[in-house]
């Protein structure tokens, strides 16, 4: 496909684990990224992969990444009502020559007390 | 350490008229990306200057310009705003290697065209 996909919306009771995936476009993409917008807010930075790497872990959060499939996942654990927030996955498209990361339209994750 | 700054952080246009909104990156990034976060249609690449120049453009009509400044700020200018034009606009920098740190964003102004 030529756009990053990923599901718009995520329901999880507080406390459980949230899984979000993503599929992206460009096997030569260098980083693939998770950002996380929460509302009225700009873009964070909440973690990246490198594309040699299967699996990155940044305490709750943990990176997975299937080269083959070209599929991204996000898994947060134990999440919090803080952790409710769009969140999109980006990849640096042609290795980053072209300057620009190309964004998922975002998944809505809304916890549940 | 500063982050992005962008302003203003709303303002109100009428159709037709014309629109800067200005960004100022993090103390030694040399990158300046803009975005268009329009309802429902996701982050939109629209403009990315390094050093001064533009180096790519997205999909957008050239009534959408902007220019980098030597002290690396950065400015995007729309000319007759369309109604479609309402959307939260976000800058964003990184040093142009510092890909494994991926973008820094401001938070975005927002534009409402009536």
């Known amino acids: 496909g030529e756009d990053v996909e990923q599901s718009l919306f995520l329901s999880v009771r507080e406390g459980d684990s949230s899984v979000i995936n993503c599929t992206y476009t460009?096997?030569?993409?260098?980083?693939l990224y998770w950002y996380k917008q929460e509302p009225g807010a700009g873009l964070q930075l909440l973690t990246y992969i490198f594309s040699n790497m299967d699996m990155k872990q940044d305490q709750r959060l943990t990176v997975l990444l299937n080269k083959k499939d070209k599929h991204l996942s996000l898994r947060i654990a134990d999440t919090q009502t803080g952790d409710s927030a769009i969140y999109f996955c980006a990849e640096s498209k042609y290795g980053g020559s072209q300057g620009n990361l190309i964004f998922g339209k975002g998944t809505k994750l809304s916890v549940k007390p | 350490e500063a982050g992005v700054t962008q302003s203003p952080t709303h303002l109100i246009k009428t159709r037709g008229q014309q629109v800067t909104l200005r960004c100022s990156p993090i103390?030694?990034?040399?990158?300046v990306y803009w975005y268009q976060q329009a309802l429902g249609l996701g982050l939109q690449f629209l403009l990315w200057?390094?050093?001064?120049?533009?180096?790519n453009r997205g999909n957008f009509p050239p009534r959408f310009s902007g220019r980098q400044f030597p002290n690396y700020s950065s400015e995007l200018n729309v000319n007759a705003l369309e109604l479609e034009d309402s959307a939260l606009y976000l800058c964003?920098?990184?040093?142009?290697?510092?890909?494994?740190?991926?973008?820094?964003f401001g938070s975005g102004t927002r534009l409402t065209v009536v």
């Open positions: 200057y390094d050093e001064g120049e533009e180096r």
């Open positions: 103390s030694g990034h040399t990158s």
């Open positions: 460009d096997s030569s993409s260098t980083y």
């Open positions: 964003a920098s990184s040093y142009w290697t510092g890909w494994e740190n991926g973008y820094t």
